[in-house]
């Protein structure tokens, strides 16, 4: 079965330093999401891609984090600086388009920031 | 703006009953609504999903139906086990835009043997 592979399955950073997070959708799904989950909260969306095109990125903290698709494949999340509040599972998801599709997520990327 | 609210927001039972989870949102206007399971520091593994046209789906012992006019979606599981302790939680994709899901907290099972 078609997987979505997100890499490092955990990552320790200490506060002020830069942390990145890749991204690989399921072959063929134009729609990728980054979304971050608070622990005991539901995941809420940073940005969604369509092929290599943002388009929503409504509450992704700009100042801090950036996100790229650069050829509408993979993908990769980056925060500097990171700060004690961005520790949080992230996670990645991907759809074939938007619309009657259900998402398919990876094993996602636990964040912890001292 | 959606929100989407899951009681309750812990369970524990014992093996074997059959149970309802619930999920309720204030904007009845959705297309699609997905469940998903999460093990813990996993994550999300799809359940079922219920399309704009659909009203329930069944996999297993899973049964998930959705009544838009009320803002209301069920998840029942059938003769739950231990191995069915997990948390669920439903998301809910809007009709215009980019058709993103907005998820609930979650309700956490814990199925005891």
């Known amino acids: 079965e078609a997987e979505v592979a997100q890499s490092p399955r955990y990552k320790i950073t200490e506060k002020s330093q830069a942390v990145a997070f890749w991204c690989d959708p399921i072959?063929?799904?134009?729609?990728l999401y980054w979304y971050r989950q608070i622990l005991g909260q539901g995941p809420e969306l940073l940005v969604q891609?369509?092929?290599?095109?943002?388009?929503?990125d409504s509450q992704l903290p700009k100042d801090r984090f950036s996100a790229e698709r650069l050829k509408g494949v993979d993908s990769t999340l980056k925060i500097q600086p990171a700060e004690l509040g961005d520790s949080a599972m992230y996670l990645c998801a991907s759809s074939p388009g938007v619309g009657s599709y259900g998402y398919t997520f990876g094993s996602g990327t636990r964040l912890t920031v001292v | 703006k959606q929100e989407v609210t899951q009681i309750p927001a812990a369970l524990s039972v014992p093996e074997g009953e059959n149970l309802v989870l619930n999920c309720s949102f204030t904007?009845?206007?959705?297309?699609?609504l997905q469940w998903f399971r999460q093990d813990p520091g996993k994550g999300l593994t799809s359940l079922l999903l219920?399309?704009?046209?659909?009203r329930e789906q069944t996999s297993g012992r899973l049964n998930a139906s959705l009544d838009k006019s009320s803002g209301r979606s069920t998840l029942y599981i059938a003769a739950s086990q231990p191995g069915d302790s997990a948390t669920y939680l439903c998301?809910?994709?809007?009709?215009?835009?980019?058709?993103?899901?907005?998820f609930g907290t979650g309700t956490r099972l814990k199925v005891l043997a």
């Open positions: 998301a809910a994709s809007h009709t215009s835009g980019t058709y993103k899901y907005i």
């Open positions: 219920i399309q704009s046209s659909q």
């Open positions: 072959s063929g799904h134009a729609t």
């Open positions: 904007d009845s206007a959705i297309y699609n």
């Open positions: 891609f369509q092929d290599e095109s943002v388009v929503d």
